[in-house]
Each structure stands twice: as structure tokens, then as C-alpha cells.
């Protein structure tokens, strides 16, 4: 299954169902059509683009409706069914489950799973599950299948009763019921070494060998990658035998680790020196000048050997490059690398925009969904769907940013995947840069390790430009009139410096009940610049249903009815008001009219 699953329902009945089905899938959030779902963790309006949205970001999708309606519209978004998520769609009664893309990805077998639970039908028409309960292409945790460019034609012999033979051994290729007669031309052969399939052979590799590797500071992926693949071919093991990628976790911000477990397709996890050197007896090369230097005997070796358990054999001891080191460790069954050391932890900074979930990136909703904890202020969180299944949300008050990003770093240190939810964009007046400040401040080993991604939201000052016409259309400036973490002497010295240069100017965080003063020196700075007729969008609660926006003529500016939830656009002098029959539109020009007019006379 995907890293992520979703349950659409388009009718109260439908959520009945949906929520008689959810406990076989986990606790993940139910999408409901607004005009038509009321309890819903998550409501959307276009039931097309919601659809689309999702499957594009890999969510796997269980529709409760007709098939025809996903069908129709994802048909334009459907890709390969090697990259394509699973879809399924539920009967509104629950009375039969269809399973339409992914079959040989997770579709198929959460197909059974919901008809389980819901005492349902699961119409599976793919040929190899219904005749064996087995897909070649998608074999078991652990394997691969070499030549996935072969299996169509394959399989396609195999269901017109010719018969195949097993070279190597596998149990759940050897009681799946298959035509099996060892006198065949048609072969399934599990295999270490690097074979060359065939139409008429498909290759299946276990993966259950280690890869321990180790490396200087900033070596290149060229050199580490090479350095494995001479181990491998001096080993005579095909790459597609590798579990993982495993070192010490003092490695875990090296680039070309990561870009070698990426460049292999497999995960990189770590481990940590305690670990590692209680592997020391079994190390074929123990050195005292590692030891010294990160507190165990080997990493390479190690980390291989930890990797594939108490029955490990240490089939490649460390080799050596110029920076970098690997070793090969072989377990007796195939590995399964989520459940070793950890993972590089990543703390993804999210901007929700400032509101309404439409205006939310696709790329802030994966972030979200993917996040094993959520930190950020209690009203934020609230914007949020339910939690899914795993997920820990970690709520703090206003005031009390500085705890939440430490909390945040120290949770992305143990190797969690966290994302600090922020409003609007992250990296204005929010938690972004905070962030950043906090690991200069502290220079903590654990959280310089953690890998961070920022991502851009809407900003409020965005969302008002846009509902009000274009009024950031040339040179504008944002400017915080809040002296709670700046010097009011800077902020004027800005104000000032933006009214003498014309910009347009965004003002955040105007006045709350008791500061009102901030505001009526800032207007008094601005209106040395401005015609009294300028220009003013009043911006409140924007993006959210209470959202107002008005337009005033600078003169006319009542500060009273201003507060912390609105935010002010001053225009510039180029700023203009454009009345239409149904509104007002507000913009400032950047230049054109002076462009075609230069144009015409030549």
C-alpha cells in the first residue's frame, strides 16, 4: 500500500460505510463532498480536482462510490501502474469492493481486507490473483523481480496452462499452486547472483544481504558507489540483493550515503556507536583508530553485520577507497530494513496559508500526511483533518514558540519524519527562521544531523493581494509594526525608508487591544508620502469564512476597527481602484501602458 490512504465518501450513506470500513484500513481521515457529507474529517467542493489532487500525491484512494466517477476522474492523471497508487472503489452499501489501479501494489490484497469487515464481495479480476493468490510482478516483502519488462508475456503462458519449473528455492513460489513440472522451458529462478532474464526465465532476487558503509566527511557519491559496486561484482551478487544502505549515525547528514541508498532503491538506516561496538568480536577488522574517533571498533562491518542479525555472515569484509569504506553481511532470510536502527530524521516546516484548506499546497497536504508527529500551535493543529493512524500531534500555546522547535528538532533527531505546522508562509513572521536561529544558537550534534525542508504557503499578505485585484503588481515591501521581538526605532527607520521609496507596503500584526500606538505612527510616517486618496486595503481573517475585505482612501483609514487578525496594504503612488459593475477592483500597474506606448510611437 502507499505511505498514505484516504477514504472519499460523496453521500451521508456513504460515510455510514466508510466508517464501518475504516478499521480495516487504520484510523485515516474520511474526505466528504461538502454539499452532500456533513461529520467529515476533511470537506471538498470538486469532487474531479480532490480526486486528482490526491492520487498525483500518491495517496492511495478508497472511493465509497461508483466505480465510473474515479474512474472518469483520474483518467487524465493515470500514469504506469508501476507508479500509480491504489485505488478502490466501495459499493455506498458496502456490499462490494472493486479494486481499479494498484491490484499488484496493495489494492488488491486491502480489496479482501474491506470485503472481510464489511462481509462485502471483492471483485478481483486480476488473472494471477484469482488463479494463484499470487502477482509475479509484486512479489513478497524482501524480493524483486529482475525483469518486471518480461513478466506480461510470462504470465501470459503460464495462464494458457503452459507449465514452469523453480530453480532455487522459495516457499512462496513453491505452495502457490502453480503448473509445476521441473522438465519445462517456462523458469522461475531465485538467485544472489546477477542473471540475465529472459521471456522465457524471470529473475527473483531475496534481499537479504547488508551493505555497512562508512566515509570521510563530504566524500563524493561518485567514489563511495564505485567502491560498492567493485565489492559487489567481486562478490558476484546482483545490486537487486541489497536490503539497505547502513551506517553509524554519526553519518546520517552524509549526502552521498543517502544519494547511494537513493541511486540503489533501497532505505539507509543508522545506527548508533553502542551498537555497533557490540558487534566488535565479530568484526574481521577491528581498528583502534576508528574507535577513537567515533567509539567503535568499525562501522563499515558492523553496521552490515547489525543490519542482518544475530546470524549474520560477514561475506565481504571492509574494503577501501581513498575516503570511503563498505562491507557485505548475509542473513539467512531476507531483511527487512524498517525495523533496523533508524532512519535520517527530517523536520519539515509547513505553511498552511492563511486559512481556508484551498489555498493549501499538495505539497504542505504530503508533508502533513506523511508526518509521524505534528508540532505547532493548538489553532493551527485545529485547522487539520483527524490525525492519521501513528500520527501525534503536540499543541502549544501562543508564546511558546521557542519550546515547539525544540520539541520539533528533538523529535526529528530520534529519526521521526515531524512537520512544525505553521499559517500562512512559514519563512514570514513565522517559524522558519526561528528554526534555523535555533540550531546556530544551540549548535546541538543530534539536531545539526536532521534534515530540514522548508515549504512555501500562501502568505496573508498574498491571499489579500489576490481576493482584492493586484495590488503587489510592482515593488512592494513587508513590514511588522509588532516591537514585542523588534526595536521600535527599526521599525520606523523601515517605515520610513519604504514611504520614501513608494512601495507598496504590507503592514503585519497592525495593533492588538493594547497597542495601538504602533499603528497611528506608522500611518502618520506613510502619509508624508501619500496623497490622501491612496489606496488601503483592510484585510481580516483572510482565507476563512469570517474573511473581510474592504478598500478605503487613505484619509478615511478608521484605526479603531483595526486588530492582530488583520493586515493592511498601503499603495503606492502608481496604486489605483478599478470600479466594475459587480466590484471593485484594486492594482498597481507595473509599467505597461508605458511599454506599448513606446512600442506604438516607434
Same mark, same amino acid.
Given at each position: 500500500?502507499?505511505?498514505?490512504?484516504?477514504?472519499?465518501?460523496?453521500?451521508?450513506?456513504?460515510?455510514?460505510?466508510?466508517?464501518?470500513?475504516?478499521?480495516?484500513?487504520?484510523?485515516?481521515?474520511?474526505?466528504?463532498?461538502?454539499?452532500?457529507?456533513?461529520?467529515?474529517?476533511?470537506?471538498?467542493?470538486?469532487?474531479?480536482?480532490?480526486?486528482?489532487?490526491?492520487?498525483?500525491?500518491?495517496?492511495?484512494?478508497?472511493?465509497?462510490?461508483?466505480?465510473?466517477?474515479?474512474?472518469?476522474?483520474?483518467?487524465?492523471?493515470?500514469?504506469?501502474?508501476?507508479?500509480?497508487?491504489?485505488?478502490?472503489?466501495?459499493?455506498?452499501?458496502?456490499?462490494?469492493?472493486?479494486?481499479?489501479? *494498484?491490484?499488484?501494489?496493495?489494492?488488491?490484497?486491502?480489496?479482501?481486507?474491506?470485503?472481510?469487515?464489511?462481509?462485502?464481495?471483492?471483485?478481483?479480476?486480476?488473472?494471477?490473483?484469482?488463479?494463484?493468490?499470487?502477482?509475479?510482478?509484486?512479489?513478497?516483502?524482501?524480493?524483486?523481480?529482475?525483469?518486471?519488462?518480461?513478466?506480461?508475456?510470462?504470465?501470459?503462458?503460464?495462464?494458457?496452462?503452459?507449465?514452469?519449473?523453480?530453480?532455487?528455492?522459495?516457499?512462496?513460489?513453491?505452495?502457490?499452486?502453480?503448473?509445476?513440472?521441473?522438465?519445462?522451458?517456462?523458469?522461475?529462478?531465485?538467485?544472489?547472483?546477477?542473471?540475465?532474464?529472459?521471456?522465457?526465465?524471470?529473475?527473483?532476487?531475496?534481499?537479504?544481504?547488508?551493505?555497512?558503509?562508512?566515509?570521510?566527511?563530504?566524500?563524493?557519491?561518485?567514489?563511495?558507489?564505485?567502491?560498492?559496486?567493485?565489492?559487489?561484482?567481486?562478490? *558476484?551478487?546482483?545490486?537487486?540483493?541489497?536490503?539497505?544502505?547502513?551506517?553509524?549515525?554519526?553519518?546520517?547528514?552524509?549526502?552521498?550515503?543517502?544519494?547511494?541508498?537513493?541511486?540503489? *532503491?533501497?532505505?539507509?538506516?543508522?545506527?548508533?556507536?553502542?551498537?555497533?561496538?557490540?558487534?566488535?568480536?565479530?568484526?574481521?577488522?577491528?581498528?583502534?583508530?576508528?574507535?577513537?574517533?567515533?567509539?567503535?571498533?568499525?562501522?563499515?562491518?558492523?553496521?552490515?553485520?547489525?543490519?542482518?542479525?544475530?546470524?549474520?555472515?560477514?561475506?565481504?569484509?571492509?574494503?577501501?577507497?581513498?575516503?570511503?569504506?563498505?562491507?557485505?553481511?548475509?542473513?539467512?532470510?531476507?531483511?527487512?530494513?524498517?525495523?533496523?536502527?533508524?532512519?535520517?530524521?527530517?523536520?519539515?516546516?509547513?505553511?498552511?496559508?492563511?486559512?481556508?484548506?484551498?489555498?493549501?499546497?499538495?505539497?504542505?497536504?504530503?508533508?502533513?500526511?506523511?508526518?509521524?508527529?505534528?508540532?505547532?500551535?493548538?489553532?493551527?493543529?485545529?485547522?487539520?483533518?483527524?490525525?492519521?493512524?501513528?500520527?501525534?500531534?503536540?499543541?502549544?500555546?501562543?508564546?511558546?514558540?521557542?519550546?515547539?522547535?525544540?520539541?520539533?528538532?528533538?523529535?526529528?533527531?530520534?529519526?521521526?519524519?515531524?512537520?512544525?505546522?505553521?499559517?500562512?508562509?512559514?519563512?514570514?513572521?513565522?517559524?522558519?527562521?526561528?528554526?534555523?536561529?535555533?540550531?546556530?544558537?544551540?549548535?546541538?550534534?543530534?539536531?545539526?544531523?536532521?534534515?530540514?525542508?522548508?515549504?512555501?504557503?500562501?502568505?496573508?499578505?498574498?491571499?489579500?493581494?489576490?481576493?482584492?485585484?493586484?495590488?503587489?503588481?510592482?515593488?512592494?515591501?513587508?513590514?511588522?509594526?509588532?516591537?514585542?521581538?523588534?526595536?521600535?526605532?527599526?521599525?520606523?527607520?523601515?517605515?520610513?525608508?519604504?514611504?520614501?521609496?513608494?512601495?507598496?507596503?504590507?503592514?503585519?500584526?497592525?495593533?492588538?487591544?493594547?497597542?495601538?500606538?504602533?499603528?497611528?505612527?506608522?500611518?502618520?510616517?506613510?502619509?508624508?508620502?501619500?496623497?490622501?486618496?491612496?489606496?488601503?486595503?483592510?484585510?481580516?481573517?483572510?482565507?476563512?469564512?469570517?474573511?473581510?475585505?474592504?478598500?478605503?482612501?487613505?484619509?478615511?483609514?478608521?484605526?479603531?476597527?483595526?486588530?492582530?487578525?488583520?493586515?493592511?496594504?498601503?499603495?503606492?503612488?502608481?496604486?489605483?481602484?478599478?470600479?466594475?459593475?459587480?466590484?471593485?477592483?484594486?492594482?498597481?500597474?507595473?509599467?505597461?501602458?508605458?511599454?506599448?506606448?513606446?512600442?506604438?510611437?516607434?
Amino acid at each position: 500500500m502507499s505511505e498514505s490512504t484516504v477514504i472519499v465518501v460523496l453521500t451521508q450513506r456513504g460515510l455510514t460505510t466508510a466508517r464501518r470500513l475504516r478499521p480495516a484500513i487504520g484510523d485515516v481521515a474520511i474526505h466528504g463532498y461538502q454539499s452532500r457529507v456533513d461529520g467529515a474529517e476533511v470537506m471538498f467542493d470538486d469532487v474531479g480536482e480532490h480526486l486528482r489532487q490526491l492520487f498525483t500525491q500518491g495517496v492511495a484512494i478508497v472511493g465509497v462510490c461508483a466505480t465510473g466517477i474515479l474512474v472518469r476522474a483520474l483518467a487524465s492523471v493515470i500514469a504506469s501502474k508501476t507508479v500509480d497508487p491504489p485505488v478502490l472503489s466501495v459499493a455506498e452499501d458496502g456490499s462490494v469492493v472493486v479494486p481499479i489501479l *494498484g491490484g499488484h501494489h496493495g489494492a488488491n490484497a486491502l480489496s479482501k481486507t474491506i470485503a472481510d469487515v464489511l462481509g462485502a464481495q471483492a471483485a478481483i479480476t486480476t488473472a494471477s490473483d484469482t488463479r494463484w493468490q499470487l502477482a509475479l510482478d509484486n512479489p513478497p516483502p524482501g524480493w524483486t523481480l529482475a525483469n518486471p519488462e518480461h513478466h506480461k508475456s510470462f504470465v501470459a503462458r503460464l495462464l494458457a496452462d503452459e507449465p514452469c519449473r523453480i530453480e532455487g528455492s522459495a516457499s512462496w513460489l513453491e505452495t502457490c499452486g502453480l503448473n509445476l513440472d521441473y522438465s519445462a522451458t517456462l523458469t522461475l529462478t531465485v538467485s544472489d547472483t546477477p542473471i540475465t532474464g529472459t521471456q522465457s526465465r524471470l529473475v527473483f532476487h531475496p534481499r537479504r544481504f547488508a551493505l555497512g558503509v562508512g566515509c570521510e566527511r563530504d566524500t563524493h557519491l561518485e567514489e563511495l558507489a564505485e567502491l560498492v559496486q567493485e565489492t559487489l561484482d567481486e562478490a *558476484g551478487l546482483a545490486t537487486s540483493t541489497i536490503a539497505g544502505v547502513f551506517s553509524l549515525d554519526l553519518k546520517s547528514d552524509e549526502a552521498c550515503v543517502h544519494a547511494l541508498g537513493k541511486e540503489l *532503491g533501497v532505505p539507509v538506516r543508522f545506527f548508533d556507536a553502542q551498537t555497533l561496538e557490540a558487534l566488535t568480536p565479530k568484526l574481521a577488522t577491528p581498528s583502534e583508530v576508528v574507535f577513537t574517533e567515533v567509539g567503535c571498533h568499525g562501522v563499515a562491518e558492523a553496521a552490515a553485520l547489525a543490519a542482518a542479525g544475530p546470524q549474520a555472515t560477514l561475506v565481504r569484509p571492509k574494503r577501501k577507497s581513498k575516503r570511503a569504506t563498505c562491507a557485505l553481511a548475509k542473513a539467512p532470510t531476507p531483511i527487512e530494513p524498517a525495523t533496523l536502527g533508524k532512519p535520517r530524521g527530517e523536520l519539515t516546516v509547513v505553511g498552511l496559508g492563511p486559512g481556508t484548506p484551498q489555498w493549501r499546497t499538495p505539497a504542505a497536504d504530503a508533508a502533513i500526511l506523511r508526518a509521524t508527529h505534528l508540532v505547532g500551535y493548538s489553532g493551527y493543529l485545529d485547522m487539520l483533518a483527524a490525525p492519521q493512524a501513528g500520527q501525534i500531534r503536540r499543541p502549544y500555546a501562543l508564546g511558546e514558540e521557542t519550546d515547539r522547535v525544540d520539541e520539533a528538532l528533538s523529535l526529528a533527531a530520534t529519526g521521526s519524519q515531524v512537520a512544525l505546522i505553521c499559517s500562512g508562509d512559514p519563512g514570514i513572521y513565522a517559524m522558519a527562521s526561528l528554526v534555523f536561529e535555533r540550531l546556530e544558537q544551540c549548535q546541538n550534534p543530534s539536531w545539526n544531523r536532521v534534515n530540514i525542508v522548508v515549504l512555501p504557503g500562501v502568505s496573508a499578505m498574498h491571499g489579500a493581494a489576490a481576493v482584492s485585484g493586484a495590488p503587489l503588481g510592482h515593488d512592494f515591501c513587508a513590514i511588522s509594526l509588532s516591537d514585542l521581538l523588534t526595536p521600535w526605532s527599526a521599525i520606523e527607520n523601515r517605515l520610513e525608508a519604504a514611504a520614501r521609496g513608494d512601495f507598496v507596503v504590507a503592514l503585519y500584526n497592525p495593533a492588538s487591544q493594547r497597542r495601538r500606538q504602533g499603528l497611528a505612527r506608522a500611518m502618520e510616517i506613510l502619509a508624508a508620502h501619500r496623497a490622501p486618496d491612496t489606496p488601503v486595503i483592510i484585510a481580516r481573517q483572510v482565507g476563512r469564512d469570517e474573511q473581510k475585505i474592504d478598500t478605503v482612501a487613505f484619509a478615511e483609514l478608521n484605526q479603531d476597527g483595526v486588530d492582530m487578525m488583520t493586515l493592511l496594504i498601503i499603495g503606492s503612488s502608481a496604486t489605483r481602484r478599478v470600479p466594475t459593475a459587480s466590484r471593485e477592483y484594486v492594482y498597481t500597474p507595473r509599467g505597461y501602458e508605458i511599454k506599448n506606448t513606446t512600442k506604438e510611437s516607434a
